[in-house]
Every structure is written in structure tokens, then in C-alpha cells.
Nanobody, 119 residues
């Protein structure tokens, strides 16, 4: 059974940095792509950063130049380095993995990790 476990969240002051980690229970090479999403109170979940199996990345405009998604295939880990954090980055951050290219391919989500940025 596929499990994704996020860690690394916490409370940080504006301008600070955090690195989120997502540990997969299976080889991340089995996924077609992985991504980080976030959901702030009262808002819809939104894509923060994506990473395809081929290494292509994409970012939300609001985090471009500040956040970096990366992976370690040997450790089955995906990371989100977050720099120059802003109060509006406060949210629960989720790791997501897609198990195939077909529309009906399974999606896997972690339980989320809270990031709070104080002003």
C-alpha cells in the first residue's frame, strides 16, 4: 500500500526558510509525477510545485523564485525548499503522487504538514 508522509512543517518568521520532506513507502520511480499542494483556511487546495518523472518542474506564480521542488530517488523522498517565506504561505502542505498517465490512475496524498509564517 502506498503511503506518503510529510514532515518539516512548523512556525517560522516572515523571510525565513523551511524544507518540507515527503517520504514514500514505495519507489518514487513508480510515480509519473509528484507534487506539493497547499490549503489555507477557507481556501481551496492549490498546486504549489510539481515534478515529473522526467525532471520537469512547474511552480505556482506566487512561489516562483522562492520555492524549489526536488527528489532523491535512492531515498524515495521528495522535498520542497521554501525560502523568503511570507505570511500568505501559511497553509497545510500536502504531498501528492500520481500512479500512472491514464486519467483513472490512482492519486496518493499524504496527511499534510502545517506551515505557519508569522509577520
Amino acid at each position: 500500500q502506498v503511503q506518503l508522509v510529510e514532515s518539516g512543517g512548523g512556525l517560522v518568521q516572515a523571510g525565513g526558510s523551511l524544507r518540507l520532506s515527503c517520504a514514500a513507502s514505495v519507489s518514487i520511480l513508480s510515480f509519473t509525477d509528484m507534487a506539493w499542494y497547499r490549503q489555507a483556511p477557507g481556501k481551496q487546495r492549490e498546486l504549489v510545485a510539481g515534478l515529473s518523472s522526467g525532471g520537469r518542474t512547474n511552480y505556482a506564480d506566487s512561489v516562483k523564485g522562492r520555492f524549489t521542488i526536488s527528489r532523491d530517488n535512492a531515498k524515495n523522498m521528495v522535498y520542497l525548499q521554501m525560502n523568503s517565506l511570507k505570511p500568505e504561505d501559511t497553509a497545510v502542505y500536502y504531498c501528492k503522487a500520481r500512479g500512472g498517465y491514464a486519467v483513472e490512475s490512482p492519486l496518493y496524498w499524504g496527511q499534510g504538514t502545517q506551515v505557519t509564517v508569522s509577520s
